[in-house]
């Protein structure tokens, strides 16, 4: 009885747990059905998670458009989804063209914007497809469609001209004229070098440009160069090959300077002391750089500056005339005035000789002390060399032939010459009133040792005698052959024949010997046409 109760509790418990089992596998599959069916419900194509947050057509950006531009289109998505997913905009064109825009991922119930750049091919109208496309799908089919562009010729960019300025004080200055032909501004990079090679970059600038001609100026200091090459590169964007000119070369020259200064007139022309005197100038810029201002000067043969005054700029090739007057002539000697013009480290100079008398104020005779000093000299060099001769007349041994037909011997010409240098004269400073001696055949400037002024010695007169003895020696003594050279003007100033310095000698004392005061070079100074 036992053992039977125990074998029907066991197939009581194995029946309880195959039941168990049963409910368990059928409530399990009833889930998982369930889980499917909503997997793929939530997986059907057909729900629209993405559609137009606005308007549905799409917006380009960058009209007007030229052939060669890269064009942008975009348009903004809303995502209606419940998960963060990714989109991209899509363009065709003709020729099987194909643009893709980079995937933009939009969280869920947000909005962005998304974009495609694309190339036009042809110049006039192009049309084009556009579409929006996501790979997980629902994307509403109003996103997509078509849009016509018009498309314009390329634009030329041209150096129409090129110009500059090259000064000492202010550098070189370059100034292009940039054109840019009709249509949307353009961004430029304007390069300078300093030679065809482009090996040195002197300046590069960057700018956008408008339609139309426009000046940029650079500033390069002073380069070392004669050419300057001039380059304009488009920035991002295509030009018309054929109508541009991006290229240029400038051909420069470095500053100099090159004044000329001269005396035209004074007056009067031999002022005595405490007199008024006028003097005439001229300044020529003959360089190719503006004359900086600067100073004019005039000063005596001992570097006494007597006179001083601005001076204004000066542009190339111009002149400029003034008019220097000295109340109270100070100096009663003659003495070489310079002129001189000073700027900067650059100066020049000009001269002229001033021959001054005393003043009739502060000498009561009615002649020319100087003239009679001279007169004096030459008179008592007369005198002695006629005492000289008859003392050697009367004196001569007597000739032991009678009648004797042959010629008395001449005098060498080199012992005439030690006998012309021995002889010495004195003369008179007119400044110190030092007393100087000097030979007696000396005509021209001297220069007195004690005050180092300089003043003119005048030739003593000759005795037609004598003029003879020396034309005649001359004549015989043709093996030696003396050339002094010569030197002719239409006017007062004439250039001295050795070194081109300006000297002045009055016309009407022409023909006449001259001593140039700067090589020391003696001369005939000549009337023209003589």
């Not at 601005?310 to 310079?338: H, Q, R, V």
Request: proline share 5%.
């Amino acid at each position: 009885m036992a053992r039977s109760f125990h074998g029907n509790n066991s197939l009581l418990i194995v029946i309880i747990m195959l039941f168990c089992s049963f409910s368990l596998f059928h409530i399990c599959q009833v889930e998982s059905q369930s889980l499917i069916e909503k997997n793929i419900q939530k997986t059907n194509s057909t729900d629209v998670n993405f559609s137009a947050a606005g308007s549905e057509q799409i917006s380009i950006i960058g009209q007007p458009i030229h052939l060669g531009d890269l064009v942008t289109a975009s348009i903004l998505i809303h995502n209606e989804g419940d998960v963060r997913d990714s989109v991209r905009l899509e363009v065709s064109g003709m020729n099987n063209s194909f643009w893709l825009g980079d995937f933009v991922q939009i969280d869920s119930g947000s909005s962005r914007e998304i974009f495609v750049s694309f190339i036009p091919l042809n110049v006039g109208n192009n049309e084009f497809n556009w579409s929006v496309y996501s790979p997980s799908g629902g994307v509403d089919s109003n996103l997509q469609g078509s849009f016509n562009i018009e498309v314009r010729n390329q634009q030329s960019l041209q150096i129409l001209s090129n110009s500059y300025s090259w000064t000492s004080e202010e550098g070189l200055k370059v100034m292009p004229i940039i054109f840019l032909s009709e249509g949307v501004s353009r961004d430029i990079s304007i390069n300078i070098f300093d030679n065809t090679d482009k090996n040195n970059l002197l300046q590069s600038l960057k700018l956008s440009l408008d339609y139309g001609s426009r000046i940029v100026h650079f500033d390069l200091a002073n380069p070392i160069t004669d050419n300057i090459f001039i380059e304009v590169v488009p920035i991002s964007w295509l030009p018309n090959v054929s109508d541009s000119k991006n290229t240029s070369i400038i051909f420069v020259n470095p500053p100099y300077t090159s004044v000329d200064i001269t005396m035209d007139n004074f007056y009067p022309k031999k002022p005595v002391k405490n007199e008024n005197i006028s003097f005439e100038y001229t300044i020529i810029n003959n360089g190719n750089s503006k004359i900086n201002s600067g100073l004019i000067r005039l000063i005596m043969s001992d570097q006494t500056i007597i006179y001083e005054e601005n001076f204004p700029s000066l542009l190339p090739d111009a002149t400029y005339s003034g008019k220097i007057i000295i109340t109270e002539w100070k100096y009663s000697y003659s003495a070489n005035l310079s002129i001189n013009f000073i700027s900067g480290d650059y100066q020049n100079s000009n001269w002229v000789l001033i021959e001054s008398t005393n003043s009739p104020q502060n000498s009561g005779l009615p002649f020319d002390i100087y003239a009679v000093s001279y007169g004096s000299i030459a008179g008592l060099a007369i005198v002695i060399m006629a005492k000289i001769v008859i003392s050697a007349i009367s004196n001569r041994t007597p000739s032991t032939v009678n009648n004797s037909k042959l010629r008395p011997p001449r005098e060498s010409r080199l012992d005439a010459k030690n006998i012309k240098e021995q002889q010495k004269r004195e003369v008179i400073c007119p400044l110190c009133e030092q007393r100087l001696n000097v030979p007696s055949s000396h005509e021209g400037l001297v220069k007195c040792p004690s005050c180092e002024s300089n003043f003119e010695v005048q030739p003593l007169e000759v005795k037609p005698q004598e003029k003879d003895d020396i034309l005649q020696g001359k004549m015989e003594s043709e093996d030696i052959e003396i050339t002094i050279p010569s030197s002719s003007s239409s006017g007062d100033m004439l250039d001295c024949p050795a070194c081109e310095q300006k000297l002045r000698v009055l016309e009407s004392k022409r023909p006449v010997r001259a001593r140039c005061p700067a090589c020391k070079c003696e001369f005939m100074a000549l009337s023209e046409g003589k």
